[in-house]
């Protein structure tokens, strides 16, 4: 009597047959599930990663600008529970607090947000989440010609991560300034020369400046200077410098330039007559 597999050849060759389809099927089929994974892993995490909006902990700072994205969170809450249209701006700032100023988010990307008009209000909500992203989530809110919200929107913009400029000098933010003189609204900023020998250089570095008296000085509104220099030692007014520094001209060599915010003049090395040069109007 024959046993199965020596009567029946042709199934034995069928079942290793449809093995083989399946094992190939599954390893040509295995990098586009892991890419699947990957892809709606993050979706699915900020699903269940949702919270009911909460006015103080929007507004808590230390929380806004650390890993926990509390406004991302939120963000859903607070667009199910309060609609904007027709509210006015201080029931916004009442419930959101102010927005960010906008020498700040121009700042943070100065090319995308420059079509935003200064009666616009913007709140950075957090890194866009998802596979492969590098913009940040930002809500706009744009009052109408009576002065209530006429509409909002969410765009992604800019840079993924935004950190609140700390006010101290010294700090990460603006580890360049090494002096603030409140009373005649003047920073003294360390920076390289090249950094400020035109318009188009000099631009980044002034829109730092910038965010950082929007953020840290608001009562300067716009009448403020800023002075550079390449020495922070010698970083500070003629009158307190050692004769010394005077006399051989190190402290006008290291005096760079000097900025007035209202006009938006820049003028390169003040303290050399016969090295000065201006630039009218660098934004």
């Known amino acids: 009597m024959s046993t199965l597999s020596e009567s ?70 607070l667009l199910r529970t309060h609609p904007f249209i ?15 100023e906008r020498e700040e988010y121009l700042y943070y990307s100065a090319e995308t947000f420059a079509y935003l008009s200064p009666d616009e209000m913007a709140y950075w909500i957090g890194p866009q989440e998802g596979f492969m992203t590098f913009d940040s989530v930002w ?3 744009s009052p109408g010609k009576n002065g209530a919200i006429q509409q909002y ?23 360049e300034v090494v002096r603030v003189d409140d009373h005649n609204r003047r920073l003294f900023v360390i920076a390289l020369a090249d950094e400020l020998d ?24 716009r009448r403020w200077n800023a002075s550079f220099f390449t020495d922070r030692e010698l970083a500070g007014y003629k009158d307190e410098q050692l004769p010394k520094v005077l006399q051989d001209g190190s402290w006008a060599k290291a005096y760079l330039a000097e900025y007035e915010n209202e006009t938006g003049k820049l003028t390169l090395h003040p303290a050399l007559p016969k090295g000065q040069k201006a630039f009218g109007r660098v934004r």
């Open 198 to 221: 035109s318009p188009v250089r000099a631009s980044p570095r002034l829109n730092l400046v910038r965010a950082y008296v929007s953020k840290c000085r608001p009562p300067w509104d």
């Open 86 to 100: 027709g509210g006015s701006q201080e029931q916004v700032k009442a419930l959101l607090g102010p927005p960010m």
């Open 8 to 77: 029946n050849p042709a199934d034995r060759r069928n079942r290793w047959f449809w093995l083989g389809v399946l094992l190939i099927a599954g390893l040509v089929s295995f990098p586009f599930l892991e890419f699947g994974f990957m892809v709606f892993k993050p979706v699915v995490s900020a699903y269940f990663r949702r919270i009911p909006f909460d006015s103080a902990t929007w507004q808590d700072e230390k929380r806004v600008y650390s890993d926990e994205a509390v406004r991302q969170r939120m963000l859903p809450s």
């Open 153 to 175: 929107r969410l765009t992604h913009r800019g840079i993924k991560e935004v950190r609140n400029p700390p006010c101290e000098p010294g700090t990460a933010f603006m580890n």
């Open 139 to 141: 809500l706009i809110l």
